[in-house]
Every structure is written in C-alpha cells, then in structure tokens.
T-cell receptor, first 111, second 112 residues
C-alpha cells in the first residue's frame, strides 16, 4: 500500500538536544511538507520541498532544519534553538492536483 | 496575517441535521480550495476540493460551495453522522505553487 510513514509516533527530548523526525513516502510525490500543530493554531508550515535537493522555509522555520537527499525521504531535525518544540508534527506530500497525503504524526515532548 | 480563516472554533449539531462549516480567505490569487478532516492523534485526510472555476462540488454527503466575490467557501454535510465528529481544516493554494495554506480548524461534534 502506498502512503506516508512517520516515525516515531511519540518522541521525548531533553532540553538542549537535537532530535530528528523521520518521514518516508512511497507515493512518488515530488513535493513534501512538514507542519506543526498546536492547540488553537491549526497547521503551520515549517519547511517544504518541491524537488530533491531543494527545500524552502515555511512560516515557522526557525529552530528547524531539513534535508531532501532522496525523493522518498524528508527528515526534520528539531534543534536546540527551537524554543518551544513540544507539539504534534505532521509530514505530508502532494499530488499534482494538490491533494495532500499526511502521515500519522509524531508527538514531540520536551522533558 | 492569516490568509485562510475559520472564525468559529467549534460547532455542535444533532445527528441527521446539516452541518455547515465556513472558511474565508484574503488572498485573491488562491484558485484551489480543499477541506481536510482530522481525528485526534492522526494526520488529516483529504475530504473534498473545489477549483475556482466552479462554485459547487458535491461528493456524497459532502458539498463545498465557493463564493469568489465574497472570498468565502463552506462545507455542508448532510445528513450529519456521529462519525463526522472531527476537526475540519480548510486549505487553499495558488495554482502551481504547491504550497497549501491552512486555516486553524473547526471542531465539529455530531451528537447522537
């Protein structure tokens, strides 16, 4: 079955640590995205990539980094510079008709 | 500046009645609009979309209406079912950009 796989589902981070969230898709989609969801905030775009080896900052990119070395993979690193990383993170990819397919999400908690 | 707005955070309706979810946008360059449904701790799933060349699109119990002059769209669910209880996100994009802009979401509760 085609889809988007995010891992892990739950992640705990200590203050000052970097953590990387995995996102893999086998849908052959060119574009991939990372969103963050906070209560009452909806979905906010962190980074997106329209093609391999290229990515752009979204609305809240500070404290995050990404890479797109392969079409199938778009990992997100939450760095220690991100002041408030506790949130629900969603990865998505889009078809040519703009319909987005989302992963199941990763809940990151700073302890 | 929020380009896609869902001004009502929640809506509660009785099973069998109509649910109307509203969405406003400010960017007149948006030409494609989508609705997503999200259950807790899951990723959103695509529900229905509409292109700016249309003013209505229907798929089963779900109908989306677009009023371009008012920069307003709405999602109608008829009849509403308890399984429709979820958070609904409105999203918009400008042709070719592939960048989706989401509203904050609206929580729909359908009571049995």
């Amino acid at each position: 079955d085609g889809g988007i796989t995010q891992s892990p589902k739950y992640l705990f981070r200590k203050e000052g640590q970097n953590v990387t969230l995995s996102c893999e898709q086998n849908l052959n989609h060119d574009a991939m995205y990372w969103y963050r969801q906070d209560p009452g905030q909806g979905l906010r775009l962190i980074y997106y990539s329209q093609i391999v080896n290229d990515f752009q900052k979204g609305d809240i990119a500070e404290g995050y980094s990404v890479s797109r070395e392969k079409k199938e993979s778009f990992p997100l690193t939450v760095t220690s510079a991100q002041k408030n990383p506790t949130a629900f993170y969603l990865c998505a990819s889009t078809r040519q008709d703009q319909r987005a397919f989302f992963g199941q999400g990763t809940r990151l908690t700073v302890v | 500046d929020q380009q896609v707005k869902q001004n009502s955070p929640s809506l509660s309706v009785q099973e069998g009645r109509i649910s109307i979810l509203n969405c406003d946008y400010t960017n007149s360059m948006f030409d494609y609009f989508l609705w997503y449904k999200k259950y807790p701790a899951e990723g959103p799933t695509f529900l229905i979309s509409i292109s700016s060349i249309k003013d209505k699109n229907e798929d089963g119990r779900f109908t989306v209406f677009l009023n371009k002059s008012a920069k307003h769209l709405s999602l109608h669910i008829v009849p509403s079912q308890p399984g429709d209880s979820a958070v609904y996100f409105c999203a918009a994009t400008q042709g070719g950009s592939e960048k989706l802009v989401f509203g904050k979401g609206m929580k729909l509760t359908v009571n049995p």
